[in-house]
């Protein structure tokens, strides 16, 4: 790769201001995005090739390996930033006791949606909730209790969701054939899926 190598080994204080400028945006982007991002659109975005952002991912996850506890993960030229795998338990005690005390009336109504209605897309949420779902896809998604799924063939290709391993283990279930029948599920009827998600 042209430009492995080229950022190791190197403190912040020692790198060129563009390289640390290249990095800043780099974790800024993975920060805030609610999914992975193509390495093509991150290189478009800092305004270099996309093998030079390969290589600062690589760089960069190789600094986070000692004593850090995130990680740049790559798929499929798609990058997300997620927690080091050896703090898995700790994250998992974290979140089983996060999700059963601060999951907001709305997260678990858009969760409820999308466990009825899995594959689903977040304008399809939205329609059903009758408000935007932009910030629960974005928490349920931080906890892990659902996951993207594709993407649907409509116009614009949006990101199809499904629920996780993890949400039927948070919920005591053994598989999504478990959820109770509901009767009503549709626009402007997500609020009554809430109980569903009570063990």
Do not use: C, W
């Not at 640390?20 to 780099?26: G, P, S």
């Not at 974290?94 to 907001?104: C, P, Q, V």
């Not at 969701?161 to 626009?187: C, K, M, Q, R």
């Amino acid at each position: 790769m042209a430009f492995e190598g080229k950022y190791y080994s190197m403190g912040q204080d020692d790198m060129d201001e563009s390289v640390v400028e290249k990095r800043k945006t780099l974790e800024a982007i993975l920060f805030v995005s609610s999914s992975s991002i193509s390495l093509v659109d991150i290189a478009k975005i800092v305004e270099v090739p996309t093998a030079e952002i390969a290589a600062i991912i690589k760089e960069m996850n190789e600094e986070y390996a000692h004593g850090h506890g995130i990680r740049i993960t790559v798929h499929n030229n798609r990058a997300q930033l997620t927690t080091a795998p050896e703090l898995a338990e700790k994250i998992e005690e974290f979140l089983g006791l996060e999700i059963t005390t601060t999951l907001s009336r709305a997260a678990l109504e858009s969760l409820a949606i999308i466990a009825y209605k899995q594959p689903i897309t977040r304008p399809h949420i939205d329609e059903i909730r009758g408000v935007n779902s932009d910030g629960v896809v974005r928490t349920l998604l931080s906890k892990g209790l659902i996951e993207e799924m594709g993407r649907a063939e409509s116009m614009g290709k949006p990101i199809l969701y499904g629920t996780t391993e993890d949400f039927l283990h948070y919920f005591g279930l053994e598989s999504i054939a478990e959820l109770p029948e509901i009767t009503s599920l549709s626009v402007s009827g997500g609020s009554s899926a809430q109980p569903v998600l009570k063990q």
